[in-house]
């Protein structure tokens, strides 16, 4: 049995990471899966109940914003006031920052064997609370099988792990409902490269540093032998066992009577799903991108545990840049695409 620990309980969490157990956190993006950074037996069992491959290298989570600088190695001035910046305008918060690893502090367990590593300061006070009790940074891939949708409740953590892990600190659902942004900060120069897209954006980072040249995400498929800067992106995610198809408002009628005599579930706007009365199954999204966010991977979810249904429809929003990070996810969950 897992034990659902109450957020002021965060101390039993910590003990139970102190003894090389896993223990699941909240945080502001998504729930992890939390094991000490140092303890290697910890970290691998990550990797075993995940199903994750080994050549992915995870986070590391801090409870205060300054210990980047006991974690990272020792950086040129410029650096150590571009991370400054960073963290003092987006941390607490969904941006993790790839930075070069302090030699000797974690294991290739942790870093996949880079000399880099992705740090981050979740914005959530119990998992602060149990870091901080910990001693040491926990690691943090979201608390997933691999390859399913990221968990935002507790609930989804549960489904996935009842058994296979010692505890979860339990919370409300998670504030933002994806992951954090990726910046890899590593180089030489005065350049940040988004690895993967969050609710950190490159126009809020222009803002913060204005003479920091930010190269945004870009989405492509990769072919085979090409080997992505941020090892998971290459990875097909947060997939349900059922198809996902991604359609765009204007297709999704279209697509709809397409699909005649198939069990459709549709996660749509609210004012879209109001005017849909041939589908009888339907998430509402809300009407807000951060809505659409928060509420995308418990759709996926809710509709993939519903025997009833044979596909899985989701509104695709215009590629803009407020909707980068939700279009990347559906889209890495879908198996078509009407745009
Ligand atoms: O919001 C989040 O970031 C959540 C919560 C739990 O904090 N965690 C999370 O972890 O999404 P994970 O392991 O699922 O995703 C981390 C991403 C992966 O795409 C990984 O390949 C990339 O960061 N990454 C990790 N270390 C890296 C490194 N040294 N260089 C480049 N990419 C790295
Ligand atoms: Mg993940």
Same mark, same amino acid.
């Given at each position: 049995?897992?034990?659902?620990?109450?957020?002021?309980?965060?101390? $039993?969490?910590?003990?139970?990471?102190?003894?090389? $157990?896993?223990?699941? *956190?909240?945080?502001?993006?998504?729930?992890?899966?939390?094991?000490?950074?140092? &303890?290697?037996?910890?970290?691998?069992?990550? !990797?075993?109940? %995940?199903?994750?491959?080994?050549? &992915?290298?995870?986070?590391?989570?801090?409870?205060?914003?300054?210990?980047?600088?006991?974690?990272?190695?020792?950086?040129?001035?410029?650096? /150590?006031?571009?991370?400054?910046?960073?963290?003092?305008?987006?941390?607490?918060?969904?941006?993790?920052?790839? +930075?070069?690893?302090? +030699?000797?502090? *974690?294991?290739?367990?942790?870093?996949?064997?880079?000399?880099?590593?992705?740090?981050?300061?979740?914005?959530?006070?119990?998992?602060?609370?149990?870091?901080?009790?910990?001693?040491?940074?926990?690691?943090?891939?979201?608390?997933?099988?691999?390859?399913?949708?990221?968990?935002?409740?507790?609930?989804?953590? !549960?489904?996935? *792990? &009842?058994? %296979?892990? @010692?505890?979860?600190?339990?919370?409300?659902?998670?504030? +933002?409902? +994806?992951?954090?942004?990726?910046?890899?900060?590593?180089?030489?120069?005065?350049?940040?490269?988004?690895?993967?897209?969050?609710?950190?954006?490159?126009?809020?980072?222009?803002?913060? /540093?204005?003479?920091?040249? /930010?190269?945004?995400?870009?989405?492509?498929?990769?072919?085979?032998?090409?080997?992505?800067?941020?090892?998971?992106?290459?990875?097909?995610?947060?997939?349900? &066992?059922?198809?996902?198809?991604?359609?765009?408002?204007?297709?999704?009628?279209?697509?709809?009577?397409?699909?005649?005599?198939?069990?459709?579930?549709?996660?749509?706007?609210?004012?879209?799903?109001?005017?849909?009365?041939? /589908?009888?199954?339907?998430?509402?999204?809300?009407?807000?991108?951060?809505?659409?966010?928060?509420?995308?991977?418990? @759709?996926?979810?809710?509709?993939?545990?519903?025997?009833?249904?044979?596909?899985?429809?989701?509104?695709?929003?215009?590629?803009?840049?407020?909707?980068?990070? !939700?279009?990347?996810?559906?889209?890495? @969950?879908?198996?078509?695409?009407?745009?």
């Amino acid at each position: 049995m897992t034990e659902i620990i109450k957020a002021d309980q965060f101390k $039993e969490g910590a003990a139970l990471l102190k003894k090389g $157990e896993l223990v699941a *956190f909240p945080t502001e993006t998504v729930f992890g899966l939390g094991a000490v950074a140092n &303890n290697e037996e910890a970290v691998k069992q990550v !990797y075993q109940v %995940k199903g994750r491959p080994s050549d &992915n290298p995870l986070i590391v989570h801090i409870s205060r914003a300054e210990d980047i600088f006991t974690y990272a190695a020792d950086m040129s001035a410029e650096k /150590v006031t571009l991370i400054t910046t960073l963290i003092k305008v987006f941390w607490p918060g969904p941006l993790t920052l790839i +930075v070069p690893t302090r +030699v000797g502090m *974690f294991g290739p367990v942790v870093t996949g064997g880079l000399t880099t590593v992705g740090i981050r300061m979740p914005d959530h006070q119990a998992t602060l609370n149990m870091i901080t009790a910990t001693g040491f940074p926990i690691v943090g891939p979201s608390a997933n099988i691999s390859g399913k949708p990221s968990p935002t409740q507790s609930k989804h953590v !549960y489904h996935d *792990f &009842n058994g %296979k892990i @010692a505890g979860i600190l339990d919370s409300e659902p998670t504030r +933002v409902g +994806v992951e954090s942004t990726v910046l890899d900060v590593s180089s030489s120069d005065h350049k940040a490269h988004i690895l993967r897209p969050g609710a950190v954006t490159a126009s809020m980072l222009r803002q913060a /540093v204005p003479d920091l040249e /930010v190269q945004d995400f870009e989405f492509r498929q990769l072919d085979d032998a090409e080997v992505p800067k941020a090892p998971g992106m290459k990875y097909r995610h947060y997939s349900p &066992n059922l198809p996902v198809y991604a359609v765009s408002t204007e297709k999704i009628e279209y697509v709809i009577a397409s699909l005649k005599g198939k069990n459709i579930g549709l996660a749509a706007s609210n004012q879209l799903l109001e005017n849909m009365p041939t /589908v009888n199954i339907k998430y509402k999204l809300g009407s807000s991108i951060a809505e659409f966010t928060h509420g995308l991977f418990d @759709a996926l979810r809710t509709f993939d545990d519903n025997p009833e249904l044979d596909i899985i429809l989701v509104q695709l929003l215009d590629d803009k840049e407020e909707n980068q990070a !939700y279009r990347n996810r559906l889209l890495k @969950a879908s198996s078509k695409v009407f745009e």
